[in-house]
């Protein structure tokens, strides 16, 4: 078995070559005022000459407008947009770029019908559902509601660290793995032990598969 790693929410240029050095398989930017982990145009376009060949840079945005993202793709070389919000299907799938969708679990079959309205997606990720935030809470949900049958690629996300990742993947068996605050030192400030730690912790679950 082998689950690839995406570092979500980086904002400086040391926690992005911190993450590539360990061998991160995507990084993720996200594009949603709201969080503390929002990035500029700027920014982004700074970090990302900092992402070299084969390794993913991801959008994420949670219900942006269309001209928003287009803006943003004409001036970042983003390789995949992820969707945190209430996008639907037709709205994800208009910008000739491959985008992954993000579902917050709450109740069972959930996933299952995801997995049909978001079937063109390249990957569905499963987060942590909370009343108040879209995403990047640090909670994990019940991993009993993923179903074995996965009809796309599937992201375990929400609440991740690398105290449980190794659990998380032997026993969900995900195609990736999508961690944001559990590799941070305080929100938006990475912290390369923890994300040493936490893919090293990948790699040696999948190793002993
Ligand atoms: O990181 C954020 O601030 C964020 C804001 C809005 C939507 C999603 C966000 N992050 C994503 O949430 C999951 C889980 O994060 P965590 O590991 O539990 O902190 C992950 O996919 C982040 O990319």
Not at 165 to 193: L, N, T
Request: glycine share 8%; hydrophobic share 40%; charged share 25%.
């Amino acid at each position: 078995m082998r689950a690839r790693v995406k570092i979500c929410g980086l904002t400086r240029v040391d926690d992005v070559k911190a993450a590539v050095d360990c061998g991160a398989d995507a990084l993720g930017f996200v594009f949603y005022g709201p969080s503390p982990r929002s990035v500029s145009l700027a920014q982004a376009e700074e970090l990302i000459r900092h992402v070299p060949a084969f390794v993913s840079a991801v959008g994420l945005f949670v219900n942006p407008s269309e001209t928003e993202v287009r803006e943003l793709l004409g001036r970042v070389p983003l390789d995949l947009l992820q969707f945190h919000g209430d996008e639907a299907a037709g709205f994800c799938a208009q910008f000739n770029r491959r985008w992954i969708k993000a579902v917050r679990v709450r109740e069972s079959g959930q996933i299952e019908r995801a997995f049909d309205e978001y079937e063109h997606a390249s990957g569905l990720l499963v987060d942590a559902w909370d009343p108040d935030h879209y995403g990047g809470t640090g909670q994990a949900f019940n991993w009993d509601l993923i179903p074995e049958n996965r009809p796309l690629p599937l992201i375990l996300a929400g609440g991740l660290s690398s105290d449980n990742v190794s659990f998380a993947v032997d026993r969900v068996r995900p195609w990736a793995v999508d961690v944001s605050g559990g590799v941070e030192r305080c929100k938006g400030i990475k912290d390369s032990q923890k994300i040493s730690d936490f893919i090293k912790e990948v790699h040696r679950v999948c190793k002993t598969d």
